[in-house]
Nanobody, 121 residues
């Protein structure tokens, strides 16, 4: 049973920082792309940042220069360092990963349970 567990959300003042973590556990053969998405109240879920197994990254325009995604392949963990947080960053943040379990060895899409990030102005 593969699962993603997030941590690190919370309440922070505008201009502050938070670091989100997401650890994949279970019977894992390989992990491809790992992403962070977010969903604000009344809005659609949107991609925030992604990172491939080789370390290539992509970011949505509004977080470039403020957020940094990284991963530790040995720990099956992805991180999102969020600096200079703004009220517009308030949302539930979800970890997502494309994972091939040991059995069956096909790539599936897995989601974490979400962690709340609230930025007060």
């Amino acid at each position: 049973q593969v699962q993603l567990v997030e941590s690190g959300g919370g309440l922070v003042q505008a201009g502050g920082s938070l670091r989100l973590s997401c650890a994949a556990s279970g019977s894992i053969f390989s992990i491809n792309v790992m992403d962070w998405y977010r969903q604000a109240p009344g809005k659609q879920r949107e991609l925030v940042a992604g990172i491939t197994g080789s370390g290539s990254t992509n970011y949505r325009e509004s977080v470039k220069g403020r957020f940094t995604i990284s991963r530790d392949n040995a720990k099956n963990t992805v991180y999102l360092q969020m600096n200079s947080l703004q009220s517009e960053d308030t949302a539930v943040y979800y970890c997502h990963a494309q994972i091939a379990p040991r059995e069956p060895r096909y790539v599936f899409s897995f989601w974490g349970q979400g962690t709340q990030v609230t930025v007060s102005s």
